[in-house]
């Protein structure tokens, strides 16, 4: 039968393969091997990025049911590429070396991988089914990306003329269109998490448990507010605002305790976790908030709220402090918010803060660790033309092994970055 991918080679074949025989015939046809080394983006991006590419074309060929796309994300088009209907797309996989596929037909294109430091360059052809399938995902990929740029001029178009007219910077942005630049901000910015310099030296130790209490109890209040900045999710379910309530009165009445004031945090988790007939509260309401999640999973979640360490990690979740500390190791980030106070406080430019000031924080924890993902967006103009700007703090906890009782340590990493829509 003809081969429908590298170069049109052709593979004899009397009789119809089983599925794992056209998984051996193209994994030898693409030249992977068994034994062959296998790598991690951690080891060497660039050729990870040809193995799964080639994986990729295998599973498709194969007939596999459940066949991930994820590599292709990594690749955007190339303005001004685009030949005879063909089109070209590039991922860069490290400081001056890129992965591009090149469209050279409907059913085929070239996979070219350059360093320039070295000039060293590599070219694969591929042609076929799977290769018509990758193109197809990768124009649609493509094609969203259009749609999106064409909304966010319109977008920006209808913030113009409110920022203009803002120059006193008390008015604010519609929530209707407040949600959609936030809408927009997440989707250009959601794939750089794993790609900015990662932090390791924050200490938890240096916030103040005042401090930890009250960005906790902050964190729930604007979360259970309507169009509110915060998003808790519990080992991936968003928390209810039933759920949310009994939080926030165990942590008022934390609060509200004056022989808490010389606590320290071990003292005060235990004091939060659920008990009693709490549990099975909560198992009622998770029903309630979401008629389709099973068993196991509120067991997950009840676990993790009735223990040291889920009540723990949440509160590390919800340190605002991350911010501080990341901005100040980070220049651009720095730089750009000290340039977007400037242009509030010259008074030359109309000005509003999205959300009024605030910001979107959102919080992930389990009973092993967390995650606190935060955006601060501002929109001003600039001249005659409108700036969406967002700086982001991505910050994980992950509880270490030695840990007893209930005193917790964890490792931290963390980045920051700033970018203009």
């Not at 030249?31 to 951690?42: F, L, M, Q």
């Not at 599973?59 to 089109?87: A, K, Q």
């Not at 309630?288 to 509160?315: A, H, M, R, V």
């Not at 935060?374 to 030695?402: H, M, P, Q, W």
Request: hydrophobic share 35%; with cysteine.
């Amino acid at each position: 039968m003809a081969s429908p991918i590298n170069n049109g080679t052709t593979i004899s074949n009397s009789c119809s393969p089983s599925i794992l025989d056209k998984e051996i015939n193209i994994a030898d046809e693409l030249h992977i091997k068994n034994y062959a080394k296998k790598y991690s983006p951690g080891s060497n991006f660039a050729k990870w990025m040809l193995q799964e590419i080639k994986r990729l074309i295998v599973n498709i060929m194969s007939g596999s049911r459940n066949v991930s796309t994820d590599i292709l994300d990594y690749f955007h088009p190339m303005p001004g590429t685009e030949n005879n209907g063909n089109r070209t797309w590039m991922a860069a996989t490290g400081e001056s070396e890129y992965t591009v596929i090149e469209q050279t037909g409907d059913k085929s294109f070239k996979i070219i991988q350059k360093d320039e430091n070295s000039n060293e360059r590599t070219e694969i052809s591929y042609s076929g089914v799977a290769v018509a399938t990758i193109i197809k995902s990768l124009s649609e990929k493509t094609a969203a990306l259009e749609t999106h740029s064409a909304d966010t001029l319109l977008r920006k178009s209808i913030v113009n003329c409110i920022v203009m007219k803002n120059k006193d910077a008390k008015k604010v942005i519609n929530a209707d269109i407040e949600n959609n630049i936030y809408d927009l901000l997440k989707l250009q910015i959601q794939k750089d998490e794993g790609y900015l310099p990662v932090h390791e030296s924050f200490n938890s130790a240096d916030v103040f448990l005042e401090s930890i209490i009250m960005d906790a109890h902050r964190t729930i209040k604007e979360q259970s507010q309507q169009n509110g900045a915060a998003k808790i999710t519990c080992c991936g379910v968003e928390l209810s605002k039933d759920i949310l309530e009994i939080f926030a009165n165990k942590i008022k009445i934390i609060e509200n305790e004056t022989n808490n004031s010389q606590s320290t945090l071990q003292q005060i988790v235990p004091l939060v976790c659920f008990k009693d007939d709490e549990p099975s509260q909560l198992s009622k309401l998770l029903k309630k908030s979401k008629s389709n999640i099973t068993d196991d999973k509120i067991d997950e979640i009840i676990d993790c709220l009735s223990s040291p360490q889920g009540i723990s990690c949440f509160y590390h979740a919800c340190i605002q402090s991350y911010q501080s500390y990341l901005k100040g190791i980070t220049p651009d980030v720095l730089q750009g918010m000290n340039k977007s106070m400037e242009r509030l406080s010259s008074g030359k430019s109309g000005y509003t803060l999205v959300g009024g000031g605030k910001y979107v924080n959102e919080i992930y924890f389990t009973k092993k660790d967390f995650r606190q993902k935060l955006y601060v967006a501002s929109v001003s103009n600039d001249g005659d033309e409108v700036k969406l700007e967002c700086s982001r703090y991505f910050t994980k906890g992950v509880i270490k092994e030695e840990s007893t009782d209930n005193l917790f340590s964890f490792t931290f990493s963390g980045a920051a970055t700033i970018a203009d829509l």
